[in-house]
């Protein structure tokens, strides 16, 4: 990458950019090289997954008393831009590990909890999974119709699950289901379920657009008991944790937007350069530069409202807002970017030999999951009207 892409950091400390270059390293020298096979092969390798918990990036949300690194909010979404920029896919896995699951059982979990589970989010040997997702409830994740019925000392979950991400390799997942029927959003509960628990299988494996090497899969539940001391928060706030879980998920899948559209400019900035029409470098055209120019402009914006959103959740003020803005601008910038990357790439760019083609598919799903766009719009309109 060129040095002037790698100078825009945006203000940040020392630590921070020790941080940036440790995961832009692995990125460059470990995820990139494999991140179109494992776009084809639609399979995500355990050797980068202990290697990811190995530098500690499995961990980051989690305090250190509990195994992690407790790092926070700021480090993890300028390491997510780091590895999104080489591989979306794992981008996505490692975004799901720390702001789905760790750090909801950091926030809400009791210490039983906590000591049973976290230590193993952070070194690796649980991979996490976070359903709420039914194919009937998507944006309206209230309506969920996943049931939970107390009997004695344990819940009975019945219900199906769609589109989960690391659903069929997760050991542990965080399972929303209706323990007050008629009540809606106010009736649903959180669970920690595990993979060993009876009942518990995986349905469909989703054949994708993009990032094809994050797994996402439907999860079936028929009869699984799961011990009352598994549910996470309290029973009926389920669906609170659930919307405070995704704006920090919300942050994550900002940066992962952010780190696509690195990849755009980089790869766009080394082909205009290189590649010759009319007797010059199309870089000498303005029609390409001016392209360039958004990017380069629509970057620094995505990362600013990435970090004050994780900022400010790092300092435990208030941030639905922000987490939705950081999401909505920068999926979307990195939408206009990929488009504008193969583009620039000509023919080239429409081909599998050249990475753009990867990214222009990865990108969508930023639009998408946590939250659509036109749900994060309904969220900042709502906090900017006071509706
Ligand atoms: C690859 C992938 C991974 C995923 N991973 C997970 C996961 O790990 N866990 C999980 O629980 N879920 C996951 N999801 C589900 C994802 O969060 C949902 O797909 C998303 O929330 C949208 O829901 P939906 O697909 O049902 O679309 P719908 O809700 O049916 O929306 C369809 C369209 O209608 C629009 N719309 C809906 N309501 C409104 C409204 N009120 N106003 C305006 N427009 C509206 C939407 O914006 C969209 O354009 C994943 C999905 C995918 C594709």
Known sequence: ??????????GLTEDLLLLQQTARDFADQVLKPGASR???????????????????????????????SGLGNVPLVVVLEELNRACA?????????????GGPIVKFGSEDQKRRYLSKL??????????????????????????????????????????????????????????HRGQGSRGITAFLVERGFRGLSVGKHEKKLGIRGSETVELLLEDVEVPAENVLGEPGKGFKLALSTLDGGRIGIAAQASGILAACLEDSTLYARDRKQFGKAIAEFQ????????????????????????????????????????????????NRAATQAVQIHGGAGYCKDFAVERYFRDAKITE????????????????????
């Not at 494992?38 to 202990?50: A, G, N, Y």
Request: charged share 20%; aromatic share 6%.
């Open 287 to 334: 029609p390409i530069q001016w392209k360039i120019a958004n990017m380069a402009v629509d970057l620094d914006a995505s990362r600013l409202l990435t970090r004050r959103a994780a900022w400010l959740r790092d300092q435990g003020r208030p941030h639905t807002k922000e987490a939705a803005m950081a999401k909505l601008f920068a999926s979307e910038a990195a």
């Open 38 to 68: 494992l776009d084809q092969e639609e399979r995500f390798p355990q050797v980068h997954w202990k290697q990811l918990a190995d530098m500690g990036f499995l961990g980051l949300l989690i305090p250190e008393e509990y195994g992690g």
């Open 89 to 101: 896919s794992t981008g996505v896995t490692v975004s799901v590990q720390n702001s789905l699951v």
């Open 1 to 10: 990458m060129g040095s002037n892409l790698l100078a825009m950091d945006c």
């Open 122 to 179: 952070a070194t690796g040997e649980l991979v996490g999974a976070y359903a709420i997702t039914e194919h009937a409830h998507g944006s309206d994740a209230g309506a969920i119709e996943t049931t939970a019925v107390r009997k004695g000392e344990s819940y009975v979950l019945n219900g199906r699950k769609a589109w989960i991400t690391s659903g069929a390799t997760a050991g542990l997942v965080i399972v929303f289901a209706s323990t």
């Open 368 to 387: 998408i999951y946590e939250g659509t766009s036109e749900i994060q719009r309904l969220v900042i309109s709502r906090n900017v009207l006071e509706t």
